[in-house]
C-alpha cells in the first residue's frame, strides 16, 4: 500500500513516511481534476525526527566553508537548470501556470539567479557586517542561527518562493543554517523533483546530510508546534494572512523569530494629472499588471485610487472594458474560488459594487475566475475601511473614487501596512503639489513606492524591498527578496570578545579571510586585515 | 494640590498632568525612606495624547536633516555635561550609586559618548545601507518608521539605560524617529533633569517639539495599550521578564517591532586547566565581577560552572570566602529584595545550597541584601534546569558542580538564551580540546562569547553586541549597545522604485550626500557618487 506513496526528504535520505496517516494529491487546476500521485500527510513524530536532524546539521555546518555553502548554491541552481524541462512538465500540470514564458523563460530562470546571487553572497560574506575595534579585542558579525530554519512556501510561486528553492531558502542556506522545507501541497511532485535537485547538490558537494529536509503537508497544529519548537531557529512564511497570523503566534510565544509575507492590497495612487494626460495607458498598464499570474502575485495592484474628476469616469470606464476582455485565468488551488467569492461578499457587502466579472467563468472546465473589477466611493471606504481591504487573492480589483484632495489624505491614513504603493503623475509637473503631501503619508505604509509604474515586477537586485510593514509582512526593517540583504534575515549577531585569536572565526581574522570581504575596522569599512599592532 | 505635583513633558511642553488620579515618591534606598517628590501616575488619555503628538512629530521628522538630528544629539550631551552634578546628586539620592566613581565618573561619560556616537552615526548616514541598482534606477535604505519610538528604561542605570538619555534612546532618534520614554520610577527626578536638558536641546535646534516626551509612571495595563497603538513604531524595554514578557504579548499581537532585553544569567566556565592554573585570581575576579554594581548588572556573571576535581573545593571555598567578605550593597528598588528572596527559595527549593549570604542584611538601614553564594551539583541542575535558571537580580552567583566532561556537554544545551557566556582556560592548551567541544554550544546560546574575562564590562564600541536569543532579548540579530549597529533597529526598510530623482531623498540621490557615506551602487561598496550614464 505505502508502495504508491511518495517518500519524504528527511535526515538526509528518501524515505516512506511510516508514521503517516493520510495521504493527499494535487490538482490540475486546469480541469480541476485530482492527480494520480498520492503525497503522505506527515504527523508530529516525523517533524521531531526533521527537527533532531536540522539542529545535528546546524551543528555539523558551523565547521562548513563560506565556499562550500556558495558551491551548493550554485550545484543545486545547475541541477534545476538540467531538470527544467521535467520541473516544468510537472509544475504546469499542478499550478496550471503555462511552460512559456512563465515557468521556463522567466520562473526558472529567476530562481537560478536568486540561488547563484545567494551563492554569491555567501562567498563573499559581507553580509555578515563583521566589525572589529582591534584595541579592546572586541569583534562580531552576523552568523548562523545554530538550529534549523524552517520554511512554509506559498502556492504562487512553484519554484522562486518554493520552501526549497526559493528566496528565502537561499538566503537561509546562505547565513549558513539548514532548512525543514514545508512544501506547498498544492505543488508536491514539482517540490519533489526540486529536492532531488537540492539532494544530488548536497552529495556533489558534501554539505551535512539534513541540510536540506523536505515534508510535503502536516496539519496547522503540527505546523505551530514546529515553529515554537525549541530546536526551530527561525522561521519563514509566504501564504495567507490566516495562516500567517497563527504561525506568527505560535513562533512568538516561544521568542522565535518568524519573517511572513501575508497579505496586500498594494494601492495605486492615479493623480488627477495623470489621468488627464495619458488615463487610457495607465488603464491598461494596471489592469494588466492587475491579471498578471491570474491576479496571484504579492504585489498585484488590487487597489486604485483615483479623485473624481470629468476623467475619472472614462479612466473607469476604460479599466471596466478592459477587465470584462481579459480571458478568464486558471486559479492556482481548488480552494481559491471560494476564497475570492468570499472576500467579494465582505467588500459588497461593505458598499463596493460590482463593475465586471464577479463569479467562476461559467465555462471554464477547472479553477477558472472570471476578472473582476469593483468599485467604491472615498466615504463608503472610509466608513468600512478594515473590511474594504479584504485581499481578493486572484484577478480582483477594486478602484475607489475619492472626493477631493482632503478625503485622499483620509484615505491614506486609513491604509494598512503593505508591500508597494505606486503614485501615478504627470509629467508636467501638475501633480507635484499632491505628490508631496501624499507620498511622505504612503511611504510609511510600504516597503516599496514607485511612480508610474506597476508594481507586479519585483526585480531581483540588492536595492529590492519585498517587504514593509505589517500585516504585509511581520517586521518592516527586512526584505523577502534582494541579496544580500535578505540573508541578513536568519543570523544571529555574535560577538567574541577577548576571545584568542586562533579561536576566532575567519571572518574575525586579522586578515581578511577573502583579500574583499567588507568589514568595519576600528570604525572604518575596508577590504584591507587589522592593521598590525606597533 | 496639584501644584507640588512635577508636570511631565508632553507635545513639546512642560505640563500638569491634570487626569492623574495617583502620585507616586521614589525612595532613597539607602535609607528606605520615601522622598518628598511627588510625580504624577498618567492615564491612558495622557498616554493617547503623547501618541497624537508623537505621531505628528514623527512625520515633521521626515523633512529634518541628519545634521540637524546629530546636533541635537550633540547638544543634548553638552546639556547633560553642564548638569553632571546636578544629576550626580539627585541619582545617587534615588539609587543609592556612588557619585564617584559610578555616576560621575563612569556613567555620566558613557552617556554622553553614546549620544555622541550616536549623532556620528546620524550624519555619517553609512547606517541607512544604502543600496542603488542604477540600471533599474531601483534605490533602498532603512529609514525612520513614521511614528514614535516608545522606549521603557531599567532602574539599574539612571543615565546610560535611561529611557530618556540612554542607548535606545539615542538610536531611536539617531534613525531620526520620536521618542516617547517611559523613565523608571525608581529615579523619576534624575528623568525630569534630564529630560530638562534634552528639551533646551531641541529648542536649540529647532527641532520638533514632541521629538522627545517623558512620562514618569503609568499602569501596566496603560503600557500595553500604549505599546499596542497603531501610532507606536516599535519598542524598546529593558528591564525583568515578567514585565517584558507582557509588552512582548502586547507588541506582538499588534505586529510592532519589540526590542527587549529581559534577563541572563550570564554563564561562565571555568575549566579544569584554569582552575589549577589560577583559580584563585579567577574566583577573585568573577566575585567582584558578580557584585559590581550590588549585582545588578544586566551582564553580571550568576552562573559558575566547574567541574569535579582535586582544585575544584578550593576554588568554592575561595569564591564563598570572597562573597562572604563583601560588603552588603545596597539594592534598587523597595521590592529589590523582596525578588530576590523570591528567586533564592525557588533556587534552594530545586535543590541549591547557601554558602554565603541569603537574605538582607541584618545592620542595614535601607535596602541591602548580604553578597550570597549557592551551589548545586550538574545531577540536579540537570534535573531541574528550568527553575535552577531563575534569575535573582542583585549580589547572587551559582556555582554548578559538575561529574565530568559529558554531564557538562548535557548542561550547556540546556541553557537558556543568555546575553553572554564566558570560557576561562589555561594558558597552556590543556582546556584546548574541551574548549572546542564547548564553545560551538555554548555561543548559539549567548550574544557575546568571552575568554578568561569577566563579562560585566559592556564597551561602548561598534562590535559590541549586547544582546542574544531569547530569553536574554527578544530577537538574536540586534544589538542595544554598539553603534551604529543598534540604530538599524529603528528603521524601516524603505525602496524606492523609479522614483524621479527630484523625489529622493538625499541619501539616495545620485551624488553622495555627504561625500563619505558608505553606499551599495550597483553591488559595489563606495562612497562616491552614481555613475554618470553614458
Not at 167 to 182: C, R, S, T, W
Request: with cysteine; net charge negative.
Amino acid at each position: 500500500m505505502t508502495m504508491n506513496i511518495h517518500p519524504i526528504f528527511i535526515a538526509g535520505s528518501w524515505r516512506q513516511d511510516t508514521s503517516s496517516k493520510e495521504t493527499f494529491q494535487a490538482h490540475n487546476p486546469k480541469t480541476g481534476e485530482l492527480l494520480p500521485d498520492l503525497f503522505p500527510v506527515s504527523e508530529q513524530c516525523t517533524l521531531d525526527e526533521a527537527l533532531l536532524a536540522g539542529k545535528m546539521a546546524a551543528h555539523e555546518l558551523q565547521s562548513v566553508s563560506n565556499e562550500s555553502i556558495a558551491q551548493f548554491l550554485e550545484e543545486y541552481a545547475l541541477e534545476i537548470e538540467k531538470r527544467s524541462e521535467q520541473l516544468a512538465e510537472v509544475a504546469t500540470l499542478e499550478t496550471g501556470l503555462p511552460m512559456h514564458p512563465r515557468l521556463l523563460d522567466i520562473e526558472i530562470p529567476r530562481t537560478t539567479t536568486q540561488l547563484r546571487q545567494a551563492a554569491a553572497g555567501a562567498r563573499d560574506g559581507s553580509w555578515q557586517r563583521a566589525t572589529i575595534d582591534s584595541a579592546s579585542n572586541i569583534r562580531s558579525r552576523l552568523e548562523a542561527m545554530g538550529g534549523p530554519v524552517v520554511v512554509f512556501g506559498p502556492n504562487n510561486f512553484p519554484y522562486a518562493f518554493n520552501a526549497i528553492s526559493g528566496g528565502d531558502f537561499a538566503a537561509a542556506i546562505a547565513a549558513g543554517n539548514p532548512v525543514i522545507a514545508k512544501a506547498h501541497p498544492a505543488h508536491p511532485n514539482t517540490s519533489r523533483l526540486l529536492a532531488e535537485a537540492a539532494h544530488n547538490a548536497i552529495n556533489k558537494v558534501g554539505l551535512p546530510a539534513a541540510t536540506v529536509q523536505m515534508l510535503y503537508h502536516f496539519s496547522n497544529e503540527a505546523g505551530m508546534k514546529l515553529v515554537a519548537a525549541p530546536e526551530t531557529a527561525a522561521v519563514a512564511f509566504t501564504g495567507s494572512r490566516k495562516g500567517g497570523m497563527a504561525l506568527k503566534a505560535a513562533a512568538d510565544a516561544a521568542g522565535t523569530p518568524i519573517y511572513l509575507e501575508m497579505s496586500s492590497l498594494n494601492p495605486v495612487f492615479v493623480l488627477p494629472g495623470a489621468i488627464r494626460e495619458r488615463g487610457e495607458s495607465i488603464a491598461a498598464e494596471l489592469v494588466g499588471s492587475c491579471n498578471l499570474g491570474g491576479g496571484q502575485f504579492c504585489t498585484k495592484p488590487g487597489l486604485t485610487l483615483v479623485v473624481e474628476a470629468p476623467e475619472t469616469d472614462a479612466f473607469i470606464g476604460k479599466m471596466t472594458s478592459l477587465f470584462a476582455a481579459t480571458p478568464a485565468p486558471t486559479l492556482l488551488t481548488a480552494s481559491s474560488a471560494a476564497q475570492i467569492e468570499s472576500a467579494l461578499n465582505t467588500l459588497t457587502g461593505s458598499g463596493a459594487e460590482i463593475l465586471a466579472g464577479g463569479n467562476p467563468d461559467p465555462e471554464g472546465s477547472g479553477f477558472q475566475f472570471l476578472p473582476t473589477l469593483i468599485k467604491v466611493d472615498g466615504g463608503q471606504f472610509l466608513k468600512n475601511a478594515e473590511t474594504l481591504q479584504t485581499e481578493a487573492f486572484g484577478p480582483v480589483g477594486m478602484v475607489v473614487v475619492i472626493k477631493d484632495e482632503s478625503q485622499l489624505i483620509e484615505v491614506v491614513e486609513q491604509l494598512e501596512g503593505n508591500l508597494t504603493g505606486t503614485l501615478y503623475t504627470d509629467t508636467g509637473g501638475s501633480d507635484d503639489t499632491l505628490y508631496q503631501k501624499v507620498e511622505p503619508l504612503l511611504r510609511i505604509k510600504v516597503g516599496r513606492i514607485l511612480n508610474d509604474k506597476a508594481p507586479t515586477g519585483v526585480a531581483v537586485v540588492a536595492s529590492m524591498n519585498h517587504g514593509g510593514p505589517f500585516p504585509a509582512t511581520g517586521h518592516p526593517g527586512f526584505t523577502a527578496v534582494g541579496l544580500p540583504a535578505s540573508i541578513c534575515r536568519f543570523a544571529a549577531l555574535r560577538c567574541y570578545d577577548a576571545v584568542r585569536a586562533n579561536r576566532l572565526p575567519q571572518a574575525l581574522a586579522d586578515g581578511n579571510p577573502t583579500g574583499s570581504m567588507w568589514r568595519m575596522i576600528d570604525g572604518k569599512m575596508t577590504q584591507g586585515d587589522v592593521p598590525s599592532a606597533v
